[in-house]
Nanobody, 123 residues
């Protein structure tokens, strides 16, 4: 059974930083593209970032480029999202996802989802 467990969310002031972690089990971690989506209140889920199995290719949505960094540690079966210069509009539930290959920004392309972790950025 595949499990993705996020941690690291919380409340932070605008301009601050948080690092999200996602520990995976039940799959061959290094074979999967891992990524992050988010969902703000009253909005649909949106793609944030993804990293392929080897870590050699990274994809980011435009609004987080230069502020968010996705990385992975295959030895620990963990993917990270370092978020700097946070803005109130980054407030959302952040979900860790996994897919056998990079599936772009469409949520339906990702086979496995975590339960989510809340990130709240105050102004």
């Amino acid at each position: 059974q595949v499990q993705l467990v996020e941690s690291g969310g919380g409340l932070v002031q605008a301009g601050g930083s948080l690092r999200l972690s996602c520990a995976a089990s039940g799959l061959t971690f290094s074979r999967y593209t891992k990524g992050w989506f988010r969902q703000a209140p009253g909005k649909g889920r949106e793609f944030v970032a993804a990293i392929n199995g080897s870590g050699g290719r990274i994809y980011n949505r435009d609004s987080v480029k230069g502020r968010f960094t996705v990385s992975r540690d295959n030895a620990k079966s963990t993917v990270y999202l370092q978020m700097n210069s946070l803005k109130p509009e980054d407030t959302a539930v952040y979900f860790c996802v996994a897919a056998e290959r990079y599936s772009g920004a469409a949520s339906r392309g990702y086979d496995y989802w975590g339960q989510g972790t809340q990130v709240t950025v105050s102004s």
